[in-house]
């Protein structure tokens, strides 16, 4: 079955340092990943997504997530923190089941990052 | 720009009420989600609609039924509410072809149960 993982509750950065979210998956085949950001009492924003080819993906608000075959990860980077990027970071695959596309999303539990001024 | 549009947006309930979370898209995209959001726990499937006409269940579907209206519109009902039911609703709508496509997410239902 396909999962995703999320190791860290919360990630507390130093604003202008660079900020890296953690999310490990595992997948049968090819997987099709994704970040999604919620700010308070908002739903879920797309950030990026991996389908195929660089391993180096960029997406919106400066951030970008490198994917790693090797080591299953998919790890949300940004190489200098904002105050404003505070807020919830969902890592999340698409669910592969025999039965064929369904389009939906296998969500990790979430990982709240802080950035102090 | 509404995108998905999710009413009401708050809603407290008596044990046992019923209650329908209504949600509306304006992308006219084919699939849509219904989503419970539970601290520590992610988003967790309750329902999705593949495409008009077509219903399945997702992840945590007990307590719980859905109407695909039309395209554009997909309730959620709750026939019997319980506490253990008390969460954020999140509505979520993505094109059918192309599962890459990212689904996109209306500003949720908090809805506690008595």
């Known amino acids: 079955a396909q999962s995703v993982a999320q190791p860290e509750d919360q990630v507390n950065v130093a604003e202008g340092n660079p900020l890296t979210v953690k999310c490990t998956y595992s997948?049968?085949?090819?997987?099709?990943l994704f970040w999604y950001v919620q700010y308070p009492n908002r739903g879920l924003q797309f950030l990026l997504k991996?389908?195929?080819?660089?391993?180096l993906v960029k997406g919106s608000y400066g951030f970008e997530a490198e994917f790693n075959k090797s080591q299953t990860s998919f790890h949300l980077k940004k190489p200098s923190a904002l105050v404003s990027d505070s807020a919830l970071y969902f890592c999340a695959v698409r669910d592969r089941p025999p039965s064929g596309n369904t389009g939906k999303l296998i969500f990790g539990q979430g990982t709240t990052l802080q950035v102090k001024p | 720009n509404a995108g998905v549009t999710q009413t009401p947006k708050f809603q407290v309930l008596k044990t046992g009420q019923s209650m329908t979370l209504q949600c509306a898209q304006d992308?006219?995209?084919?699939?849509m989600y219904w989503y419970r959001q539970d601290p520590g726990m992610g988003l967790r499937l309750i329902y999705y609609?593949?495409?008009?006409?077509?219903?399945d269940k997702g992840e945590v579907p007990n307590g719980y039924n859905v109407s695909r209206l039309n395209k554009r519109e997909f309730s959620l009902r709750l026939e019997s509410a319980a506490p253990s039911q008390t969460s954020v609703y999140f509505c979520a709508s993505s094109h059918l072809t192309g599962a890459n496509q990212p689904q996109h997410f209306g500003d949720g239902t908090r809805l506690s149960i008595l």
């Open positions: 992308m006219n995209h084919n699939s």
């Open positions: 991996y389908i195929t080819g660089d391993n």
């Open positions: 997948v049968s085949g090819n997987p099709y």
């Open positions: 609609s593949a495409s008009e006409g077509t219903t």
